[in-house]
């Protein structure tokens, strides 16, 4: 089965700063990863699939990227509402595999 | 808009059974396949169980396996899971959630299934 490692497991940020979460596969897994966010008390939304594709209605300054076995996700300028968890999804091979996730908080 | 309504969980005797249910709405219930997603208290997203549209293919994770069978009804656009044998670390909240392509696109809410004597 493919692992997922993803880092950091917690993570602060100032208001406008530039932040990166990164999952690191076990194998290639081209491209087919997503990234979602889960806010306390709430289901998680997905954010970007295919490494790099932003889901609809989900603000520009949320992007992804990558291949092969090493993915990221930036969030370009912190906003209050980005405090949550956030984790990755592989999807190339069967079981689909999450990332342990990151907490994201205000500094 | 896309629902997804999980009901049934509680709390349950280790050993004992019970049965989760997934209610959707908008969207083509029998056109995509369905999940199951399980979190236990500070702890990480686990995945534990997908069935196709038409009930073809079935994928269990390790830890489930033997122990849930997950179902679905399209006439009734629900999802089930089955639990039996349950065990202590089957505690969790359980969601369903639907598949597009690779990924899941919509999670329900969850429902909380505890497991204890």
């Known amino acids: 089965d493919i692992q997922m490692t993803q880092s950091p497991a917690s993570l602060s940020a100032s208001l406008g700063e530039t932040v990166s979460i990164e999952c690191l596969a076990s194998e290639d897994i081209y491209s087919y990863l997503a990234w979602y966010q889960q806010k306390p008390g709430k289901s998680p939304q997905l954010l970007i699939y295919a490494a790099n594709r932003l889901q609809d209605g989900v603000p520009s300054r949320f992007s992804g990227s990558g291949s092969g076995t090493q993915y990221s996700l930036k969030i370009s300028g912190m906003q209050p509402e980005d405090e949550g968890d956030y984790f990755c999804l592989q999807g190339s091979k069967f079981p689909p595999a999450l990332g342990s996730g990151t907490k994201l908080e205000i500094k | 808009e896309v629902q997804l309504v999980e009901s049934g969980g509680g709390l349950v005797q280790p050993g004992r059974s019970l049965k989760l249910s997934c209610l959707a709405s908008?969207?083509?219930?029998?056109?995509?396949?369905m999940n199951w997603i399980r979190q236990a208290p500070g702890k990480g997203l686990e995945w534990i169980a997908s069935?196709?549209?038409?009930?073809?293919?079935?994928y269990y994770a390790d830890t489930v396996k033997g122990r849930f069978t997950i179902s679905r009804d399209n006439g009734k656009n629900t999802l089930y899971l089955q639990m039996t044998s349950l065990r202590s670390e089957d505690t969790a909240l359980y969601y369903c959630?639907?598949?597009?392509?690779?990924?899941?696109?919509?999670w329900g809410q969850g429902v909380m299934v505890t497991v204890s004597s």
């Open positions: 959630t639907k598949l597009k392509s690779y990924y899941f696109d919509y």
């Open positions: 908008g969207f083509t219930f029998s056109n995509y396949g």
């Open positions: 069935i196709s549209s038409s009930s073809n293919y079935i």
